[in-house]
């Protein structure tokens, strides 16, 4: 069956780079992208960009260019979200999809806590 | 700029609701890759509805979508209690660009 597992909660100071793991199974990786979305306490999803897992293109939201890098490790089958320069409104639950024009499986979320 | 959804709906169990997901002619209006997410408070979201209208294995008939030009649809019939939670729609919007609506949250009375 299909599984995304995601890495544990993190506490961030502000300024400071996160980056988070979502590790895949139950399928052929390369098949699939993953997009990344987050949500902030008590606020909606929003979705932050896109990765190929086949051949590493990715697409971000305009809200988080020049300060998120996604990519790729296709041995093991892990994608990974950097998002740096941190700040309190970055504090969210972060989850990775699998996307496939929807986003069919998803991840358990990884919530980040940005705080002085 | 995210998808208009109302923020918030309630039903009787046994009745129907009706949830709308209103965008542009740039995201919604133009495309068929519109998806529905239902989420339980402190859980991820789950796929119910994509590509307009088609249901992922598994999920009720209960649940069905529909568009019409920039303003999406899902319908939830026979509300159980199990059915409060909150919807997201989800469109492409371009450009290798999605857009999420702001959520509706759903109870059950």
Redo the contacts between chains.
């Keep these: 069956q299909v599984q995304l597992v995601q890495s544990g909660a993190e506490l961030k100071t502000p300024g400071a780079s996160l980056k988070v793991s979502c590790k895949a199974s139950g399928y052929t990786f390369s098949t699939y992208g993953f997009?990344w979305?987050r949500q902030a306490p008590g606020q909606?999803?929003?979705?932050m960009g896109?990765i190929s897992s086949y051949n590493g293109n990715t697409?971000y939201?305009e809200k988080f260019q020049g300060r998120v890098t996604m990519t790729t490790d296709t041995p093991t089958t892990t994608a990974y979200m950097e998002l740096r320069s941190l700040i309190s409104d970055d504090t969210a639950v972060y989850?990775c999809?699998r996307d496939r024009?929807?986003?069919?499986y998803?991840?358990?979320?990884t919530l980040v806590i940005v705080s002085s | 700029s995210?998808l208009t959804q109302p923020a918030s709906v309630s039903g009787s169990p046994g009745q129907s609701i009706t949830i709308s997901c209103t965008g542009s002619s740039s995201d919604v209006g133009n495309y068929k890759?519109l998806?529905w997410?239902q989420?339980h408070p402190d859980k991820?979201?789950?796929?119910i509805i994509?590509?307009v209208n088609k249901r992922?294995s598994g999920v009720s008939n209960r649940f069905s979508g529909s568009k019409s030009g920039n303003t999406a649809s899902l319908t939830i019939s026979g509300l159980q209690a199990e059915d409060e939670a909150d919807y997201?729609c989800?469109s492409?919007g371009g450009?290798?660009?999605?857009?999420?609506?702001?959520?509706t949250k759903l109870t059950v009375l």
Excluded: I, M
């Design positions: 997009s979305v909606g999803l929003e979705w896109w697409n939201a989850y999809a024009d929807y986003f069919d998803w991840g358990q979320g | 995210a890759l998806s997410y989420q991820a979201p789950k796929l994509y590509e992922p997201y989800c492409y450009l290798s660009t999605w857009v999420f609506g702001g959520g």
